[in-house]
């Protein structure tokens, strides 16, 4: 099974997770960092939008752990 994994230290708050999939990340209304809201992608679909997210991350925040 895949998991998204989120170093919050690494996040800059830049919000493109977020554009790129909402339903697996939000940001803290305290400082913007990232906040994992689904970290098991659950279909074919959810685990294409979470290796964009990690490719477009621009502190590389993201990974994916199989
Ligand atoms: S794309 Fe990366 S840096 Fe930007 S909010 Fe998401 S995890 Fe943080």
Redesign the pocket.
Known sequence: MTTIV???G?????????L?DPDA?D?SEED???VLLQDTPADDEALKRART?VD???????SLAE
Not at 56 to 62: E, F, G, M, Q, Y
């Open positions: 989120a170093d919050v690494r996040c800059v708050g830049s919000g493109q997770c977020v790129t990340f940001q913007g960092t990232v997210a477009i991350c621009p502190s590389r925040a993201l």
